[in-house]
């Protein structure tokens, strides 16, 4: 997908700084999840994250146009699954990689529950297709 | 040391938001580069994030009183070094563990360089401290 | 009441960033608003702000000391109340100057409340003694 | 211009927070001062923020496609501009109003300093247009 960095995405650094890769690819997840409508509607309203794996390549700073982020899901458990994404930079080289574990949880508690028929089925079709 | 929690730091689902962990764990890294004084003043001026792993154990919310974050060097090379931190919920249990790559660099290129021989002394006596 | 700013509340041009001013406002507010226990208990849960003035006087850096953020009530209506602030440099030096506008809410619908009877004493009294 | 709302813009509340909205309009005015050009490039460089005042009509929410942001220059001083904004949510309802007062500054000093009469011109012509 393409995603609009923020001017106010750089540090004083003038790059973007390394806690908002994961804001971007929040972003990315988060519109993914969108697309899986009705059947991922429960992830919505609870889903956290459990890890986070990222390596930094290339500095990113801020320009008009918006940068490529690809998000994708690596693998689908009983309770949890994993995304992977990639960041590329305006000149389309490769800025950053990372890894996410997502569990959702069953509110207002905050109990992690299991993934649900229709959840597994749409991640691991998601996950089929990257 | 303490680290104050912000109301703003909580996202809609009413915790700290995951992204933000990592900015808590840059304002203990910074202080305590600080607290390096001239013999790590290079750094402030110059130092990239290469690489992190952040493992979520508890949710965070805000409260008035700061929560505990500990911050120390786990490994010294030539060109970078390793921080580990952990965070404590406000009633001291674990909430985060992570461990960042860091390394030098020389303005304005923006090009990695090697430590320098008092950089690597004063982290090797903080290492050894840990 | 003392306030930390943090190394990334600074933008690309090395000061804190204009939005974060009122960031830094906002928890000085929730901060006040605590204070103010079972009385005020129902603004934590729904208040809105409806409008800022806000004049900036001087940057501000990040340090790792604190700043002084001082906040008071301006004056109570039917169903608002101002509220005004001045933040201090690190040499004490006046650095922003800003009043809001602030509305109760009923949740889950976020319609616009009247004060209740304790919340006017509370913030009235607060004002008072400003 | 379109502005792409973000999922963490969103404070506990569940709504997009208030000194986001000020984010919002900076990036509108960064955006419109690179269309600048050559004549505003002295602004990217060095350009702070005096004053804002915003009113929030609406609550506005993360969703998938962006909502309108416009912005334009009031008025040119000697050493200052004005910026006026309209935000729109989703439903293109206006969601706030505000207006900003910007002065350029020299840097490294970071001094005040006379609009460049090249800067005049645009900004003049920026305001007749709006």
Same mark, same amino acid.
């Given at each position: 997908m393409r995603c609009q960095v923020r001017w106010s995405d750089m540090d004083a650094f003038g790059h973007v700084n390394n806690a908002r890769f994961l804001t971007l690819f929040e972003e990315a997840r988060t519109a993914l999840? *969108? &697309?899986g409508g009705e059947?991922?509607?429960?992830? %919505?309203?609870?889903? +956290? +994250?459990? !890890?986070?794996?990222? &390596?930094?390549? !290339?500095p990113v700073t801020y320009r008009r146009d918006p940068i490529r982020v690809d998000c994708w899901v690596t693998d689908v458990r009983h309770a949890s699954f994993g995304v992977g994404y990639e960041m590329f930079d305006h000149d389309g080289e490769p800025a950053a990689r990372a890894v996410s574990r997502l569990s959702?949880?069953?509110?207002?508690?905050? !109990?992690? !529950?299991? %993934? *649900?028929?229709k959840e597994r089925e749409f991640l691991d079709a998601w996950r089929a297709e990257s």
């Open positions: 999840i *969108l &697309d059947a991922l509607s429960g992830l %919505l309203d609870g889903c +956290v +994250v459990t !890890r986070h794996e990222i &390596d930094y390549l !290339r959702p949880i069953s509110l207002p508690a905050g !109990r992690p !529950r299991r %993934l *649900l028929p």
